[in-house]
């Protein structure tokens, strides 16, 4: 090692110390457990959290250790979910009613209103957004899933760290979750939310954050329901079975949560790399999971247990990250997923045999997709060049372009579509929400 390697590392080395004496360790610091043979998937005291809540600047590649989501000491919930201690880092929510909107003159101040009516078409258009609605502070992050349409059309978007709900039906914002004040904590150190999921009945909201967070609401109440034993990294993927909740972080683990039981923690499996999608097929027999590193995995729908060795029943391969994916509601066990901007080749795999059936080339990043089971069709979401929103018609094997949306002018990160498949929902990086006929 010559001087100069030396130098580095005591520099290193020092400025490690130096963070773990203040604020806890790295990152690459190993934690506490490492002599252990076996990770602890026990509900355990968060002593020492991930800071996460900016967006990467770049991305890593795939951490090939074990990472450790927990530690050892033994973690008291209450009735409510909530741990018998408080950790300040904890983010809790509170509802607030929409405010009827004024006639405000300002179109810039109008413009920053969330939801706020931007420009409306009087006839529909082939290819044209009916309405262009405001979305200021949507955070322009590809691994991030902030757009979600309940099974009663109530859509629900993530626009910084707070949650707005909108009413499809009446167009109407119904109000939002914003962050309760909190003493001491800086407004810069509020988590922003990463991804967010309706259940199938409609009736919770789960809201998982980058500091690793979960909490369920029932918006119709207007109260939260219960906060889930938190990841230790960002929460990139929540997907519901049923009554239960899977949710997936940037250290590889998932977990598999029932919120009725008094200790929630079901099951858990982990993978190597960072998980950036998790579906649940619609009739909860299988688990998909898109890894950062091109890994499409399925895991069968047996979920009792916590287990380090559980291995998926299938695991497939595409040149990209497995972000954007979604199973075929009416041909089982077919799942199509998207390749980012190396990639750009939407794809359709038979998961009994491991093999794409099908392929098509978009030239461009797929952001999201959307299965739309009543038009039979398949809506993918795109960035560079065109920033656009495409529709596919799908029989098996055939997969054909049918139209093209056009709007938005950067690229359009999140899909939703209303539950008869009249309407796709899109939410893109240039702050706007726009709202298509099908």
Known sequence: MGQNDRVSYKRFKRRIIQRSGSEGPAASTPLATWRQCQPSFELDTVRQRLELDSPPRHREPARRGPHRETENTPRTFTAEGRPATENALQQGWVWRAAVPERGDSDKRRHALQPFALLDKT????????????????L????????????????????????????NSETRALAGSLDPSPQPGLACHRTPSISCLSWSRDGSTLCVGTRRGEIQLWDVERKR???????????????????QLLSSGSALGRIHHLDPRAPEPLVGAVVQEEEVCGLQWSPGGDWLASGSTEGLLRIWGGDIAGVTWSRQPIT????????????????????????????????????????????SANTNSQICSLRWAEKNKCLVTSH??????????????????????????????????????G????SAGADQQFHIWDV
């Open 139 to 166: 955070l322009n992050d590809y691994y991030t899933n902030l757009l979600d349409c309940s099974c009663n059309g109530v859509v629900a978007l993530a626009l910084g760290a707070s949650v707005y709900i909108w």
């Open 422 to 425: 009249t309407q796709i929902f």
């Open 224 to 242: 939260n329901m219960r906060r889930l034993p938190s990841h230790l990294s960002v929460v990139r993927g929540l997907s519901w079975k049923q």
């Open 383 to 420: 960035g560079l060049p065109h920033h656009q929103v495409n529709c596919w018609s799908w029989e098996f094997p055939s997969l054909s372009p049918v139209y093209q949306l056009s709007g938005h002018s950067h690229r359009v990160l999140h899909l939703a579509v209303n539950p008869d």
């Open 122 to 137: 009087s006839t529909s258009q082939q290819g044209k957004s009916v309405m262009k609605l405001a979305a200021p502070s």
């Open 315 to 358: 695991t497939m391969r595409q040149p990209s990250a497995v972000k954007a994916m979604g199973w075929c509601p009416w041909q089982r066990k077919m799942i199509a997923t998207g390749g980012g901007w190396n990639d750009g080749e939407l794809r359709v795999w038979d998961t009994d045999s491991g093999t794409c059936v099908t």
